[in-house]
């Protein structure tokens, strides 16, 4: 029996005829899609199934030659509500009909620029399960922006430092402090790269300028940035000048969240589905069969299979037939 979905360098779906097709990976395929412009998603192919503005944001973030975003006319692609540019992806196999669902990393809320992911029907779902058991349960986007801003008018005696993903998280904390009291508002040259593509593609704006060696944060400012507040360039700033650090993430509603990531708050945040939403998400999408992957992929697929009433399997790599699991 051959295996039509499968994870390798990426998820791999080979249609009845043969056809190979690489989703988010780099293994060998006739065609390559890219959900969206996340290092860990992108391939290094010259050409890619994915949104333009996928495209023209991988071709910003790295050094090789930029990738073309190209059409397939067995895909289909759909808002996946994670990041600006993410796609869902909707391949159907000419010779049987049969309908597979990629969502890549997905969130069905709307929020800020973004729309949420609205699930098609599909014989087949692949679903990432970043927060794919009950204790991620997330508050509403309205509710974690609200104790966002009021935190921001509480602490504007001190400059900020928010950590969030360069393409992502960062442009929802530039919204967020355009909203604010603070006035000042600076973000790394990864962030404004990120931004300034978006800019280009979307009726969009982001507060910021870029910081540089002749800012200095006072009373008031905010600085956004990726990486890590334990980074010594980061120590030094805020020894230097009394900031206050913060995290946003889904993780956060676990209280060690600060405490594990080294921040002096945290927030939630999320640009993925919660656990209540992937429950949906396949509930809407009634499949024949689901695949999870990524994050709590067995306790997702157990829950699906045991509560839900969907066949479900976690992906594992570099699986060969169905007896493998």
């Known amino acids: 029996m051959t295996?039509?979905?499968?994870l390798g360098d990426g998820i791999e779906i080979t249609f009845a005829g043969g056809e190979r097709f690489v989703l988010d990976g780099s293994g060998a395929g006739d065609t390559t899609l890219v959900s969206h412009a996340h290092?860990?998603?992108?391939?290094?192919a010259s050409e890619i199934v994915a949104s333009d503005l996928t495209a023209a944001l991988i071709a910003t973030r790295r050094s090789s030659a930029d990738p073309t975003a190209v059409d397939h006319p067995a895909v289909e692609l759909f808002p996946a509500g994670h990041v600006a540019g993410s796609r869902a992806m909707g391949l159907t196999d000419?010779?049987?009909?049969?309908?597979?669902?990629y969502t890549g990393?997905?969130?069905?809320?709307?929020?800020f620029h973004l729309d949420g992911f609205d699930p098609v029907d599909a014989d087949v779902l692949v679903l990432e399960t970043t927060y794919g058991t009950p204790e991620y349960r997330l508050p509403p986007t309205e509710e974690s922006v609200a104790a966002i801003q009021s935190w921001l008018a509480e602490t504007m005696d001190r400059p900020v430092i928010l950590f969030g993903y360069a393409l992502g998280r960062a442009q929802k904390l530039q919204r967020i402090l355009a909203d604010s009291p603070?006035?000042?508002v600076f973000v790394t040259d990864a962030i404004a790269n990120c931004s300034e593509v978006i800019e280009a593609h979307r009726d969009v704006t982001f507060p910021g300028q870029r910081y540089g060696p002749d800012a200095e944060l006072g009373a008031g400012d905010a600085l956004v940035c990726s990486g890590s507040p334990r980074s010594p360039w980061v120590e030094s700033l805020v020894e230097a000048r009394d900031a206050?650090?913060?995290?946003f993430s889904g993780w956060a509603v676990d209280d060690s969240f600060v405490y594990r990531r080294g921040y002096d708050e945290g927030f939630v945040l999320s640009d993925h589905c919660d656990f209540d939403e992937l429950g949906s998400v396949v509930e809407a999408v009634d499949p024949e069969q689901?695949?999870?992957?990524?994050?709590?992929a067995d306790e997702f697929a157990n829950y699906v299979a045991t509560e839900l009433g969907y066949p479900a399997q976690a992906l594992?790599?570099?699986?060969?037939?169905?007896?493998?699991f």
């Open 3 to 6: 295996r039509r979905v499968r």
């Open 39 to 44: 290092g860990d998603h992108h391939a290094r």
């Open 94 to 101: 000419p010779d049987t009909g049969r309908r597979y669902l």
């Open 105 to 111: 990393d997905c969130s069905t809320r709307d929020r």
């Open 182 to 184: 603070r006035e000042r």
């Open 244 to 247: 206050v650090t913060a995290g």
């Open 290 to 296: 689901v695949y999870t992957q990524h994050g709590f």
């Open 316 to 324: 594992k790599e570099n699986q060969a037939t169905l007896g493998d």
